[in-house]
């Protein structure tokens, strides 16, 4: 399992606000990228 924690600074977030908002809907876009397989097998094995 894998946990991150991304965290920017309100002064850079302001001074850089395009910037922060494109790495933000990069990181969102990378949850759809994660395999599922793994999830289906554990359901599989608990049933």
């Known amino acids: 399992m894998v946990f991150a924690v991304w ?3 309100r002064d ?3 001074a850089f606000s395009g910037q922060v ?3 933000h809907e990069a990181f969102q876009r990378s949850k ?3 395999p599922t397989a793994r999830h289906s ?3 599989r094995r608990d049933s």
């Open 7 to 9: 965290a920017v600074r």
């Open 12 to 14: 850079f977030a302001e």
């Open 21 to 23: 908002k494109d790495v």
């Open 32 to 34: 759809d990228l994660r």
């Open 41 to 43: 097998s554990i359901s």
